[in-house]
């Protein structure tokens, strides 16, 4: 089996999904604005300056420290409450065409992330996508976020995990298709044998250029819904509905105005 493995944010996504769902977090309480602008400000550095291991680590745990003691149940219904007004807007039109593609060959389809489940999951649904790699969190017995996690999906984790699932589903790597923005994720980009650059970091362009690997930038952001193909046979009727309409308006206008 080939499979394609989709990295999420700024890969599929314009924006970084944790980002993305600020304004919901905070309008519902989640998120104080200090604490909605120290993650605003913590992600610019680690886009514009990338992110060693000890980095990654430390983003980690400052993102837990967030999730403290928040009703996971709560989360998730949040997350799928908010995911057409916050998410739909944002997904990459080249992106879907190469979810697409790859569905139309028969590849299994991954989305793999560092963001948490509670995010991954329903997007996964929601843009028909086979499986999902993502963070996941610890939770009391109470249900609610201990700041710890069970995985973190990032970094090295990430291709141990796409090599555990390649396994499990019988997946041939080498016929398999990656797609990143970042540089931390060349673990997973040098698993298969077809890795995709897209809308790279400074380190993965480098990286990118020295291996001969493709290098694709997307640039426009499409709400779903737009793409959804018309109904030519509806839209034929609902104009003959309205021609008929207006004429038989004109004609009761015309008759009343000869009496």
Known sequence: ??????????????KTSI?????????????????AVRTAWGHLLFKFFGADEETLDKARKTALRLATGMNQKAMKRLVRDNLTEVIEPIVYDDAIDLIEEHKLKGHLLVLISASPTEIVEPLAEHLGINEFIATTPVVDSEGRYTGEVEFYAAGANKAEAIIDLSLEKNISLQNSWAYSDSSTDLPMLELVGNPVAVNPD????????????PVLEFVRPIALGDRVPLNRKWIAVTVLTFLLGTGLVKTIKRLRSTN
């Open 1 to 14: 089996m080939e499979a394609a493995f989709f990295d999420l944010d700024k890969t599929v996504i314009a």
């Open 202 to 213: 400074r380190e993965l362009r480098k990286q990118a250029e020295e291996r001969n690997w």
């Open 19 to 35: 980002i993305a769902y600020a304004p919901a977090l905070r309008k519902n309480g989640y998120l104080s604005l200090p604490m």
